[in-house]
């Protein structure tokens, strides 16, 4: 049966109002496919995929990018790269909410731009969708000038070169002359990027592209041999990394760029099928990552960090901590962090305070550069994440029981959470708000007091003491763990403090919780700086997909999500599945 086309439009995480098309059946479905169109172009370029692909009770969604087709805002641009991540989980939490589709009977498909936004979106969000098919995924663009990336990122620092003419014309897309006239033709094709995403597509899939084992999603990846648009050995160092058990690779090799529009694109069409029926046609399963601490790539990595450094590497990283434990001294911030750990609550209270300070002006000038890590941006972009994804639980419990309880099992001082409940006046909140160091309670006894906020308890605790927790009274329903769980290399922590947490919170109650899946800098981080024990700081990072599922583990559900422009920091909501 033919499917016709539905135009709707869904709002996004910023407000904004994006375009897109359904291909809905007539009869029941509880499947869908959802279509994501190459840089430049729009929703309706994808349409004759539908018919070709729909499978017995599935629906076909497409979406027109921000600044793409039909979809508001400057032309082929926004913030940044994350936007467009971000975008994609609103869209699919919007089909699964209008139309009841579990997550695991979503697949995706993207093309060129598309195909990388997907890499990018599996990879930052952990979705447990059953598949995607990546088409010719654009993780490095041929630009065909020397050295045009710094060049790129200079220009634009200087405030020149705004956006990027697109060389990409038909003749280098398609053999077929009809489909060369469709796209010369079409008046909602673009013929330029802004150059900040086009900066940001590289760095995020150079990102992906090298922890690629992060991503289990059942991919199939389509490559032309004759692409002058994209490069192939990008395409295949994320397949060899790629971390799902069902990976396939179907190589085109006559084939230009948008293998979807090319003479010969039904063989094409016929392979995604193919995939798509396998996958469909079997159980989901991707097994619970909760033992991930004992085996996988990550533990490798936090073994070889914890070990000593190749010669080459002892040197390099060697004069790095001499210089940060001498000259570094003088800025305000690496002295603190030499004092008390980097990874201490002092640290993160004069990161997140983020005023240059230290003995000479060199001093200053050096603790500028020392806030202005990509880390440390990071941080203090995960606090508004935060602060934001707090603010709207309570307000969404409120709503609905009229007061909130809620509990933070590991709050240091707790100035970020006495803010928050500070910017909720009209709000009926109370709040325990646990630590195991008295120091910090009695510091947030006297936040409180100057902030004038009200209902909270201060205790001392241990946030991976489950029994403990259990125990919480009144029970809470909104939990609260950030900047915690990171600290910790062992599940087995992990597990038991979200077992009690499990056990505490209202059915139906949530939990937010942070996590960091990457950083850029572990190894540097790990050779040069010391934790609050004057110990090396050395981190295991905890895929996404490994931190969703503990907390699935322990009776919780994600439901929404927020991520830092670099892929660093994420904060999530989870809500309590009743017990």
Not at 44 to 61: E, I, Q, S, T
Not at 107 to 124: Q, R, Y
Request: aromatic share 10%; hydrophobic share 40%.
């Amino acid at each position: 049966m033919t499917l016709s086309p539905i135009e709707s439009t869904f709002k996004t995480w910023d407000g904004t109002e994006l375009f897109y098309r359904s291909w809905i059946p007539a009869s029941p479905f509880d499947k869908a496919l959802v279509l994501f169109h190459r840089g430049h172009e729009h929703s309706n370029r994808l349409a004759h995929l539908v018919n070709a692909l729909a499978l017995d009770g599935m629906a076909v969604f497409a979406w027109d990018a921000r600044g793409n087709g039909r979809s508001p805002g400057r032309r082929d641009w926004a913030e940044n790269f994350m936007a467009y991540e971000k975008d994609v989980a609103a869209f699919i939490r919007h089909l699964r909410k209008t139309h009841g589709i579990a997550e695991e009977n979503i697949a995706v498909l993207g093309h060129s731009v598309g195909a990388a936004l997907l890499a990018a979106w599996a990879h930052d969000f952990a979705p447990r969708i059953r598949a995607m098919v990546l088409a010719t995924p654009a993780f490095r663009i041929r630009l065909y000038v020397p050295l045009a990336i710094p060049s790129l990122r200079a220009f634009y620092a200087a405030g020149f070169m705004k956006t990027v003419p697109s060389y990409v014309k038909a003749r280098v897309l398609t053999h077929d002359p009809v489909e060369r006239k469709r796209i010369d033709e079409d008046p909602l094709i673009t013929h330029s990027i802004s150059t900040n995403i086009l900066l940001d597509l590289y760095d995020t899939s150079t990102r992906v592209m090298q922890d690629a084992a992060a991503i289990r999603t059942p991919t199939l990846l389509l490559t032309a041999g004759k692409d002058y648009v994209v490069q192939h050995d990008a395409e295949e160092s994320f397949f060899q990394k790629l971390g799902s058990d069902v990976k396939q690779k179907e190589h085109y090799p006559e084939m230009f760029h948008a293998v979807f529009h090319e003479t010969g694109r039904q063989a094409v069409i016929e392979r995604t099928k193919k995939f798509l029926q396998e996958v469909f046609a079997k159980p989901f399963e991707i097994p619970l990552l909760v033992d991930a601490d004992k085996s996988g790539y990550t533990k490798r990595e936090y073994d070889e960090l914890s070990k000593s450094p190749t010669p080459a590497k002892a040197l390099y990283y060697g004069f790095s901590k001499q210089s940060m434990n001498t000259l570094g001294r003088l800025s305000q911030g690496i002295r603190l962090g030499y004092e008390s750990g980097f990874n201490s609550g002092r640290t993160l209270d004069y990161v997140y305070e983020n005023q240059a300070r230290g003995k000479t002006p060199i001093g200053k000038v050096i603790d500028w550069f020392y806030l202005n890590s990509i880390g440390w941006k990071g941080i203090r972009v995960r606090r508004q994440m935060l602060e934001r994804l707090l603010r709207q639980t309570i307000q969404k419990v409120h709503a609905a029981q009229g007061s909130v309880h809620l509990v933070d099992i590991a709050a240091g001082a707790g100035r970020y959470m006495l803010e928050v409940l500070r910017s909720l006046k009209d709000t009926r909140v109370t709040a325990t708000l646990r630590d195991r160091e008295p120091k910090n309670l009695e510091q947030g006894r006297t936040i409180a007091q100057e902030f004038g906020v009200q209902g909270i308890t201060f205790i001392q605790g241990d946030a991976f003491n489950g029994a403990d927790l259990a125990s919480l009274s009144p029970k809470p329903q909104v939990a609260v763990v950030s900047g915690l769980y990171e600290l910790f290399p062992d599940n087995g922590m992990i597990r038991e403090s979200l077992r009690g947490l499990a056990a505490a919170v209202e059915d139906g109650g949530y939990l937010v919780y942070t996590n960091q899946p990457w950083h850029p800098q572990v190894e540097l981080i790990a050779r040069t700086l010391c934790n609050w024990d004057g110990k090396p700081w050395v981190m295991r990072r905890r895929t996404q997909a490994e931190m969703d599922d503990l907390i699935r583990e322990a009776g919780f559900e994600k439901e929404e999500m927020d991520v830092d422009p670099w892929g660093i920091f994420t904060v999530s909501v989870a809500r309590r599945i009743n017990k």
